[in-house]
T-cell receptor, first 109, second 116 residues
Framework: RKEVEQDPGPFNVPEGATVAFNCTYS??????FFWYRQDCRKEPKLLMSVYSSGNEDGRFTAQLNRASQYISLLIRDSKLSDSATYLC??????????FGRGTSLIVHP | SAVISQKPSRDICQRGTSLTIQCQVDSQVTMMFWYRQQPGQSLTLIATANQGSEATYESGFVIDKFPISRPNLTFSTLTVSNMSPEDSSIYLC?????????????FGPGTRLTVL
């Protein structure tokens, strides 16, 4: 089983749609969780950290479920500019963060 | 946060040659990493660049093929040696500015390598 798993997609949605991505992780000792965004031919950039209580940043909501060992990212009112690959990242206190394969999102007019 | 630059941004190289990629950070950072990302794939960690000592390599990567230097807390190099077409990839430098592995990671813009 891979340490961090994501559905690669692509998710193809119209503008204005709500889309959700899930990411599962295998190491129950994981302590830090992030969502990164990677545009085509660009480096990954932090989208948001994921806290135990969940967190929201505008149209983006991230949640953590420790019992089931998954994190989620919800995007509301999708924009064309949201088209990108979304990488799930899981880290621990003693090991280097592990990246998921990424989920590709395509928002069309 | 940290601002990271990489040189070169891209290169096309002949099989059997070597390329050295430079990574410069605008501030002193505790940890620096080198990743590889092949087309359509996720990031694969090559090694952790340790300041003043030998790098720590991940499974499948060896020092003879990917020698790494880190002379100080703001600079590192990765060399891709005796290149083959399978080495064609994007190579990314990354840093953890803080002291904890739970901190946010920042990435350089990457070096796009094509080996003919």
């Amino acid at each position: 089983r891979k340490e961090v798993e994501q559905d690669p997609g692509p998710f193809n949605v119209p503008e204005g749609a709500t889309v959700a991505f899930n990411c599962t992780y295998s190491n129950s000792a994981s302590q830090s969780f992030f969502w990164y965004r990677q545009d085509c031919r660009k480096e990954p950039k932090l989208l948001m950290s994921v806290y135990s209580s969940g967190n929201e940043d505008g149209r983006f909501t991230a949640q953590l479920n420790r019992a089931s060992q998954y994190i989620s990212l919800l995007i509301r009112d999708s924009k064309l500019s949201d088209s990108a690959t979304y990488l799930c990242v899981v880290g621990g206190g003693s090991y280097i963060p592990t990246f998921g394969r990424g989920t590709s999102l395509i928002v069309h007019p | 946060s940290a601002v990271i630059s990489q040189k070169p941004s891209r290169d096309i190289c002949q099989r059997g040659t070597s390329l050295t990629i430079q990574c410069q950070v605008d501030s002193q950072v505790t940890m620096m990493f080198w990743y590889r990302q092949q087309p359509g794939q996720s990031l694969t960690l090559i090694a952790t660049a340790n300041q003043g000592s030998e790098a720590t390599y991940e499974s499948g990567f060896v020092i003879d093929k990917f020698p790494i230097s880190r002379p100080n807390l703001t600079f590192s190099t990765l060399t891709v040696s005796n290149m083959s077409p399978e080495d064609s990839s994007i190579y990314l430098c990354s840093v953890l500015p803080g002291l904890a592995l739970t901190d946010t990671q920042y990435f350089g813009p990457g070096t796009r390598l094509t080996v003919l």
